[in-house]
């Protein structure tokens, strides 16, 4: 299968983002208005509207994208029945091109999946970045489009606005008329967690707008050497920050403590020390569930990484190289190695102190192993640009039903792996599904949160509204 050079979400690009940002509104306008007059014509103002909890109620239904240009129709199929077995009752909406609707027609049938037939517009395989579910104050669906755009994947602006125009007359009814909007704050869904009443971010969530507040092209590193500069920062931050909780409907917390006082020398240690966790997206990183007493955190751990390709077994790495059609010669040197490099160091240290503040926070923190795959090792590197590819078992989607509390995200198929990851959610009080994975997504780095999007069914009070 083609390759493309595509990552989910792609990693911050510093250069230019401001110049980018200052024309996104121009194009998204434009993109958006060349989707035609249904959808146009469902438009409607933003300034009712937040985005959704991740841990807000059960899931009603759930959107994929599925192109045949990413993935076969035998993965998708696999995978589609995976989600229908975990949950029967949920609705399946698919975005998909005219081949890969045809190539599914039979599994289709079977499993109810709602087609979104995309014609010649090719959307990436991630909808969750480009807009959010929500509802309206009268309980009706809209989709909140983004007004930013990604660098790579600007045809994604309208995936929003083709899901609510081609949706099926019975769900749309069912949606109650559903409706988009285009949201007036910049946002990432893959850096900002709602959950527990707050909009959990990082200064890397901010990165965008504190450089086009500042003027900037980058981030400006060599001015937190003294406490002016690092002011000047973390006063946009706070600005940005303002911003995301209003989009959000939630206070803004940070997952890692901000360099507010202190000597320069240490404020500038922390800011070095924050930098490590910059082009990766918080929801690979860190897991928020509800609990009885206090809030649970699970966190990404390269240590626990570490420990845990230590005691594979044959049969674990004859699966891992399989599921990512890995060289298997040399892997376990290989992948140790890769574990113990620049990248995977500095994201550590920033990884310890995101544990660290948010259990003086008040939450209980439990640790997740994290991998590093070099792209290297891959048997087929054709249109793969970047250098590895995450194994996490933070990226997964949240929802509370029948008073239960689960979890679901892509499988590793390594057998230890995903018996050690089940275990710690088991802990921290939540059930783990694990699903047929996206290799191919998984490979461009974008885990089951970034390629699934999730409308929440409607909470009690939402259904007395008039």
Do not use: K
């Not at 014509?41 to 509207?49: C, I, K, M, N």
């Amino acid at each position: 299968m083609r390759r493309l050079p595509v990552r989910c979400p792609p990693r911050l690009l510093l250069a230019g983002l401001a110049a980018i940002l200052a024309t996104t509104a121009t194009t998204a306008t434009t993109a958006m208005a060349a989707v035609g007059a249904p959808g146009a014509g469902r438009e409607v103002g933003a300034g009712h509207l937040a985005v959704g909890a991740d841990d807000d109620g059960a899931i009603a239904a759930s959107v994929y994208s599925l192109p045949s240009t990413f993935f076969d129709a035998g993965a998708a199929a696999v995978f589609l029945a995976g989600v229908h077995a975990v949950d029967p009752r949920r609705a399946l909406v698919v975005l998909a091109d005219g081949p890969q609707i045809r190539a599914l027609s039979a599994p289709a049938a079977r499993l109810g999946i709602q087609w979104i037939d995309t014609g010649d517009r090719h959307y990436s395989p991630w909808p969750r970045d480009p807009f959010s579910l929500t509802r309206d104050p009268h309980g009706r669906v809209v989709a909140l489009v983004r007004p930013n755009l990604q660098a790579g994947r600007e045809g994604d602006a309208t995936m929003g606005i083709d899901l609510v125009r081609g949706l099926p007359p019975a769900l749309d009814a069912a949606w109650g008329g559903a409706r988009w909007a285009r949201a007036a704050v910049p946002f990432h869904n893959g850096q900002v967690l709602a959950a527990g009443g707050a909009a959990w971010m990082s200064l890397h969530t901010l990165e965008p707008r504190i450089l086009s507040s500042l003027g900037l092209a980058r981030v400006p590193v060599a001015s937190f050497s003294t406490a002016a500069g690092i002011d000047r920062y973390l006063a946009a931050a706070r600005r940005a920050a303002a911003e995301l909780a209003a989009l959000y409907g939630r206070p803004a917390r940070f997952v890692h403590p901000l360099p507010e006082s202190g000597t320069a020398a240490a404020r500038a240690a922390l800011m070095a020390r924050i930098g490590g966790g910059a082009g990766f997206d918080l929801d690979s990183l860190v897991t928020f569930l509800p609990g009885p007493a206090r809030e649970r955190a699970l966190v990404a751990d390269v240590a626990a990484g570490r420990a845990l390709l230590a005691g594979l077994g044959a049969g674990d790495w004859r699966a891992l190289a399989a599921t990512y059609d890995l060289t298997a010669d040399g892997l376990p040197a290989a992948l140790a190695a890769a574990q113990r490099e620049r990248r995977p160091e500095a994201l550590a240290g920033f990884l310890d102190l995101a544990a660290e503040h948010l259990r003086g926070e008040g939450l209980e923190v439990r640790r997740l192993p994290l991998l590093f795959v070099p792209t290297a090792l891959l048997r087929d590197r054709e249109g793969v640009a970047h250098a590895d590819f995450l194994l996490t078992w933070n990226n997964v989607v949240v929802e509370r039903r029948d008073g239960a509390l689960r979890a679901e995200g892509f499988a590793s198929t390594i057998p230890a792996a995903d018996a050690l990851a089940a275990a710690a959610f088991a802990a921290a009080g939540a059930r783990l599904d694990l699903l047929p994975p996206l290799v191919h997504s998984i490979v461009l780095n974008g885990g089951y949160r970034c390629a699934s999007n999730h409308l929440r069914a409607l909470s009690p009070p939402a259904r007395r509204r008039p």
